[in-house]
Every structure is written in structure tokens, then in C-alpha cells.
């Protein structure tokens, strides 16, 4: 068989690995039963799920009807990117506070895209430290810095 569809035949490759990783995982936990699941039953039964949706991908892949795409060149700058941001993250949040670190975050990881838009990427960042603020502070009630050192 020929496989027409590289990015799909890839994807469901990775999808079968991931969800036969949490699947042999998942059974080193207790199961229990669908009526009182233990804690391997969830990620277990994603994991089985996931493989099969891997497979599913990569079966279509191999068709007749399947488009003919081939897996582009890795692109290190779009992958340094995104990991920096994250990294970044990471290290401005204790000293920056939680506002510029998001706003670093989101503007860093949003340069990585072609379709980079500063006002598109200013409503978004707001809007998502809205919505973490939201969510994290004051629904869960966990305490990190919102502003910077120098401001509180």
C-alpha cells in the first residue's frame, strides 16, 4: 500500500503512540468498575479511545479517496517559539507577576504564526487574562503575583 496522505498517516502514528502510552499506564492503577471507576479507568478508556482514532487516521491515510500530502519541513524557528514562550512563561511569573507573563506568552507564541496580527493578538491576550484571572483566582482561589515585583 501506498500511503497518499503523509500528514495523516503521521497524525495517526502519534495518536496510536500517545493513547498506547496512557493506556499501558492506566493499568498499573485500579480499574474498578463502570459503576465505581477507580482511578485507571478514565485514562484508560481515553487511551484505547485515542488509539483507536490513530488508527482510524491512519487506515484513511493509505485510501484511494485520500488527499496526496506530503509532511512539510520542520520548521525549528515555529518550535523555539512556542517552547520559549512557555519556558518564558515560566520564569517571568514569580518575579512579573501573571499580566506580563500571559501578555509575553501570548505575543510571543502568536509571532510564530503567519497570520500575526499585533490587535488581534492584544484582544486575545486581554481576553485570556480576563478569563485565567477568572478562573484561577478568584473560582479556585489560588494566589500567585498578578502585577510586577517593583508594583506591589
Given at each position: 500500500?501506498?500511503?497518499?496522505?503523509?500528514?495523516?498517516?503521521?497524525?495517526?502514528?502519534?495518536?496510536?503512540?500517545?493513547?498506547?502510552?496512557?493506556?499501558?499506564?492506566?493499568?498499573?492503577?485500579?480499574?474498578?468498575?463502570?459503576?465505581?471507576?477507580?482511578?485507571?479507568?478514565?485514562?484508560?478508556?481515553?487511551?484505547?479511545?485515542?488509539?483507536?482514532?490513530?488508527?482510524?487516521?491512519?487506515?484513511?491515510?493509505?485510501?484511494?479517496?485520500?488527499?496526496i500530502?506530503?509532511?512539510?519541513?520542520?520548521?525549528?524557528?515555529?518550535?523555539?517559539?512556542?517552547?520559549?514562550?512557555?519556558?518564558?512563561?515560566?520564569?517571568?511569573?514569580?518575579?512579573?507577576g501573571?499580566?506580563?507573563?500571559?501578555?509575553?506568552?501570548?505575543?510571543?507564541?502568536?509571532?510564530?504564526?503567519?497570520?500575526?496580527?499585533?490587535?488581534?493578538?492584544?484582544?486575545?491576550a486581554?481576553?485570556?487574562?480576563?478569563?485565567?484571572?477568572?478562573?484561577?483566582v478568584?473560582?479556585?482561589?489560588?494566589?500567585?503575583p498578578?502585577?510586577?515585583?517593583?508594583?506591589?
Amino acid at each position: 500500500m501506498k500511503i497518499r496522505n503523509q500528514r495523516d498517516f503521521g497524525a495517526g502514528i502519534m495518536y496510536m503512540v500517545i493513547g498506547l502510552f496512557f493506556t499501558i499506564i492506566a493499568t498499573q492503577y485500579p480499574m474498578g468498575t463502570a459503576a465505581k471507576m477507580g482511578p485507571g479507568y478514565f485514562p484508560f478508556c481515553l487511551g484505547i479511545l485515542m488509539t483507536l482514532l490513530g488508527l482510524l487516521v491512519l487506515v484513511k491515510s493509505l485510501g484511494a479517496t485520500a488527499a496526496i500530502e506530503s509532511i512539510p519541513k520542520f520548521n525549528w524557528r515555529i518550535i523555539g517559539l512556542i517552547t520559549g514562550s512557555v519556558v518564558l512563561y515560566g520564569i517571568l511569573l514569580p518575579t512579573m507577576g501573571f499580566v506580563v507573563a500571559v501578555f509575553v506568552l501570548v505575543f510571543m507564541s502568536a509571532s510564530a504564526s503567519h497570520e500575526f496580527h499585533w490587535k488581534g493578538t492584544l484582544i486575545n491576550a486581554t481576553f485570556l487574562v480576563a478569563f485565567t484571572y477568572s478562573v484561577f483566582v478568584l473560582g479556585l482561589k489560588l494566589q500567585f503575583p498578578l502585577l510586577p515585583f517593583f508594583l506591589q
